[in-house]
């Protein structure tokens, strides 16, 4: 089976690890540009020289944005067009960029007629969201500006109610691409200059998380002992559950202490098969509301504003 990174984590043994590596290494830069077998070394070489500086300076940072601007998605190589096909299965490597905005990035995959590549969120179970024709996304032309395809119905193109973690209705939101200078000129990050493929918007750490899930409240500090020794459940900043996974890893390596809590929010934080993106973050959502029910963390009175402030509370996430 391909392997999904990062949504899945291979256990393989320490001599395996590095073929692993390599392969993963490999997929994130070719994707299907072999035509499904494998290039060669020097065919491998020759691809790199080609696609490299592409790239490297013509990556276009693709997001969803809505109407003030806010970056509610970032596309990444297997986020999901409307069309169905992957953001990788799309035009991403130009030789020169297209002073077009958005830039136009049409579906590669033969016979599919998508004209670019247009972010649509998929509610609960995997697909789009209604119409307000009451037809389903998936029963619309993938051609812009996606008329329904369903005889007898008036609808002149896909417009749903969804509201997006943002606040506002999926209809304000548009695709939004930038070059890398013009993400430096407006101060946004660019993230690493990597040269695998469909990158897209990807910056970081927490470029996969929704728009209202990314504003990180750093700086505020180193934090008391009594803190950093805590268990890191599923109500602790982004950037400590991002990395779990080594601390879990130190600990045990360390013979230090794991508390229960650790290992259940690790096996949460890994995304189920067959589950989307979205219902991955909604199941998450609704396990960290249940939690900050039952469990209101250890005593900390002097301190538990410093701690409150450091982590995404279900309660201050607006949803619909
Ligand atoms: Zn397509
Ligand atoms: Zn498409
Ligand atoms: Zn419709
Ligand atoms: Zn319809
Ligand atoms: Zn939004």
């Known amino acids: 089976m391909e392997p999904k990174f990062p949504a899945e984590i291979i256990r393989v043994g320490a001599g395996a690890q590095q073929h692993v590596d390599a392969y993963l290494e490999y997929h994130r830069i070719v994707r299907d540009d072999d035509g499904g077998t494998p290039f060669s070394e020097a065919d491998f070489e020759r691809y790199k020289r080609r696609v490299g500086p592409m790239r490297i300076k013509n990556r276009i940072y693709l997001s969803w944005a809505n109407s003030k601007g806010m970056e509610c998605k970032q596309i990444g190589p297997e986020t999901k067009c409307f069309c169905g096909h992957l953001y ?8 020169t960029l297209p002073s077009e905005r ?29 119409c307000t024709c009451k037809h389903s996304g998936e029963q619309h032309s993938t051609r812009k500006p996606f008329k329904c395809k369903q005889v007898s119905c008036k609808c002149f193109g896909y417009k749903s109610a969804y509201n997006c973690g943002c606040g506002e209705p999926m209809y304000n939101h548009s695709m939004q691409s930038e070059s890398k ?49 805590s268990p890191i459940t599923m109500n602790d900043h982004p950037f400590l559950r991002g990395n779990l996974a080594s601390v879990v890893a130190h600990r045990r390596a360390n013979k230090m202490p794991i508390d229960e809590r650790e290992i259940r929010e690790l096996e949460s934080q890994q995304r189920r098969p067959g589950e989307s993106e979205l219902d991955y973050y909604e ?13 209101k963390g250890p005593k900390k009175p002097a301190i538990s504003n410093e701690r409150s402030n450091f982590s995404i509370t279900g309660s201050s996430v607006k949803r619909r």
């Not at 958005?102 to 209604?130: D, F, N, V, W």
């Not at 990158?199 to 998380?209: A, Q, V």
């Not at 199941?283 to 469990?295: G, V």
Request: charged share 25%.
């Open 88 to 95: 990788h299965q799309h035009q991403v490597d130009f030789r």
């Open 102 to 130: 958005p830039i136009q990035q049409p579906c590669e995959i033969r016979g599919c007629g998508c004209l670019t590549y247009t972010y649509c969120p998929t509610a609960m179970g995997g697909s789009h969201p209604k």
């Open 181 to 229: 200078e013009e993400r430096i000129a407006k101060g946004k990050p660019i993230g690493q200059e990597v040269i695998y493929k469909a990158m897209g918007g990807l910056t970081g750490f927490s470029s996969l998380m929704d728009g209202y899930m990314r504003y990180d409240n750093t700086g505020i500090g180193a934090l008391p002992e009594e803190v950093l020794n």
């Open 283 to 295: 199941r998450r959502y609704q396990e960290r509301q249940k939690q900050s029910k039952i469990y």
